[in-house]
């Protein structure tokens, strides 16, 4: 009896060790304001190369978020710049992030979804994180000329190699235990990525980047004109709809104010 007593003791022992190394990650997910929105656009214009749409014109808006693992952080593009003519948010990302109490030296990684103005505008405030970025786009924002639309100024730290950065060409499970994947969707831009959380209560959401502007390109296959690859903007947002179905994840597209309602206003946080 007292043997068995042991062995049973042993077998509850090496259970509550396996369940504090597979204990979830405490996490969350918080959207932030990263620009001022402007008048409804017409997106049969440039955001449509089959002219699917009319006269519709639709509410974009400038949405970054921040996602908490644990102690560590990781803020997922960055906006316009407080420069920014019209479009420059209200706050700062720094001061958003304050009122959570989160300060810009536990932003572990900074993952950029591309290299336009409106995704890169405040990264300079991070110069101690890593930035997860596309390789395709540290290409372009290293290059002797960067392109028309490449915002590398913002980047002049990791460049001079004064900060860490992690050009990517693949995906990447950032934290090690498939909480949050960097997703590579090129298309809309080179080395353009999403991002896919796995929230605790929430499920999975995917946040889109630029891989799709809005729902109806989402649901038609619809492409801006202005993309650097046509058929590649396509096979990302097949690649986002499998995922979507298969992890039962909701798609989060940053521009489109009908899909960041989805998630709670700040300061509140999908857990
Ligand atoms: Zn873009």
Redesign the pocket.
């Given at each position: 009896m007292q043997r068995k007593r042991t062995i049973l003791a042993a077998f509850a022992g090496s259970l509550a060790g396996l369940a504090a190394a597979q204990a979830a990650p405490d996490m969350a997910l918080t959207r932030l304001d990263c620009g001022t929105p402007q008048a409804p656009t017409p997106v049969n214009q440039r955001f449509s190369d089959t002219y699917g749409y009319g006269d519709l014109k639709l509410q974009f808006v400038f949405s970054c978020y921040i996602i908490k693992h644990d102690n560590d952080y990781l803020l997922w593009d960055t906006g316009h710049a407080m420069t920014a003519p019209n479009v420059a948010p209200k706050e700062s990302i720094v001061d958003q992030l304050a009122k959570l109490g989160v300060k810009p030296e536990q932003i572990k990684y900074v993952g950029i979804s591309?290299y336009?103005a409106?995704?890169t505008g405040q990264v300079a405030s991070f110069p101690k994180s890593t930035v997860l970025i596309g390789a395709r786009e540290w290409e372009a924002i290293t290059a002797p000329k960067p392109a028309t639309g490449v915002n590398f100024k913002p980047f002049e730290s990791w460049i001079k190699g004064e900060g860490k950065v992690e050009p990517l060409d693949l995906d990447k499970d950032v934290f090690e235990d498939g909480s949050v994947i960097v997703l590579r969707t090129p298309g809309?831009t080179p080395g353009h990525q999403s991002l896919m959380v796995k929230l605790p209560q929430t499920g999975a959401v995917i946040l889109s980047g630029?891989a799709v502007h809005f729902q109806e390109n989402y649901n038609a296959f619809g492409v801006p004109a202005f993309n650097y690859d046509r058929a590649q903007t396509v096979a990302s947002m097949e690649r986002i709809k499998t995922i979507a179905t298969n992890m039962k994840a909701m798609l989060i597209i940053q521009h489109d104010a009908r899909d960041v309602g989805k998630l709670p206003a700040f300061p509140g946080a999908a857990k």
């Open positions: 591309h336009h409106d995704h809309h630029d």
